[in-house]
């Protein structure tokens, strides 16, 4: 393409609205493919700014039950269990829930393209009447990027159970009320022939008593039995020591066996026991713990 001669001793006229050349500007074939990809570079930092934002913050990595930039949704929420329930929490859809005999089953699918950890996550079983039933710990349970799998647990009450809601619990447990007596603060765990007293001052544990009602009837066959009754036999021969009283009764078909212990004198550790906690524990925490292994408080 042929150059325009420059222009030379270019005169502007004084009639108003008469046009005058001064220049032209150079038309380069670049300028349009410039301009498009200018736009496409706008169009790509605008699609993929909420991933960035997560990347870079961390909003992404859900190792806490509830990562920053996830939206809960049914978290909490009552369903009737049945196979058509969905449960949304964050970036996991809990579907195809199914109770048989005393197993649960629920189909977890991870939609986001991260590992999930379902840490502090929760499954809730009422009766019909909303009251709590029994939980569920899945917090050992891991979803890989978009991964699906089937979880399954077994599980007491079946006969009650027909509701389901999925929480996640990060170091807040539901409130518990305790029983008021002689000025301390009471709360009683229990599951079959094993019940855990448990004595607070203003919330914060003090002492356990443990009592064990074991007959004949509960076991399959006699020597069973007699292996449980030597067992605390030998622990009520073993105390007391300072801080631990126990005492040991039985007849013919059956025994009871008493232990309390003073946490303010024994360290919780030293008593080969899962359902003794440490000194100052908190009631509210304890009763969660509890349910998680099968026992009713109240």
């Known amino acids: 393409m042929a150059k325009r001669p420059k222009l030379k001793n270019i005169q502007i006229s004084n009639q108003e609205l008469t046009p005058t050349t001064i220049g032209y500007l150079e038309n380069k074939q ?23 934002t997560e990347y870079f913050t961390g909003a992404d990595i859900p190792n806490d039950g509830n990562p920053a ?38 189909f977890a699918n991870n939609t986001k393209d991260a590992i999930v950890a379902l840490e502090n996550y929760y499954i809730e079983l009422y009766n019909k009447n909303d009251k709590l039933m029994e939980r569920v710990d899945l917090s050992n349970e891991t979803l890989n990027k978009f991964g699906k799998r089937t979880l399954s647990y077994n ?10 809601a999925i929480i996640i619990m ?3 447990y539901p409130e518990v009320n305790l029983n008021e007596e002689n000025g301390s603060q009471f709360l009683s765990c229990s599951n079959d022939s094993y019940t855990y007293k448990y004595e607070f001052k203003e919330k914060k544990l003090k002492k356990v008593i443990k009592t064990v009602n074991l007959s004949k009837n509960d076991f399959n066959d006699e020597n069973s039995y007699n292996s449980q009754f030597q067992k605390y036999l030998d622990q009520a ?13 039985n007849t013919l078909t059956d025994f009871t066996f008493t232990q309390s212990v003073d946490l303010i004198v024994v360290f ?17 925490k304890i009763a969660f713990q509890n349910s998680l292994k099968k026992y009713k408080c109240y």
């Open 30 to 52: 670049k300028g349009p493919f410039l301009l498009v990809v200018i736009f496409v570079i706008l169009f790509a930092t605008l699609y993929y700014l909420p991933n960035l």
């Open 268 to 284: 919780a550790e030293n008593v080969d026991d899962p359902f003794y906690y440490a000194l100052d524990e908190s009631a509210d």
């Open 155 to 164: 599980i007491d009450n079946q006969e009650e159970i027909v509701k389901i």
């Open 237 to 249: 021969d073993k105390f007391p020591i300072n801080g631990i009283v126990s005492s040991f009764s």
């Open 69 to 106: 930039g996830n939206i809960v949704t049914d978290e909490g929420t009552i369903f009737m269990i049945n196979h058509d329930t969905k449960i949304t929490i964050n970036h996991i859809e809990f579907s195809k829930i199914n109770l048989e005999g005393n197993k649960i089953s629920i």
């Open 170 to 172: 990060n170091n807040k």
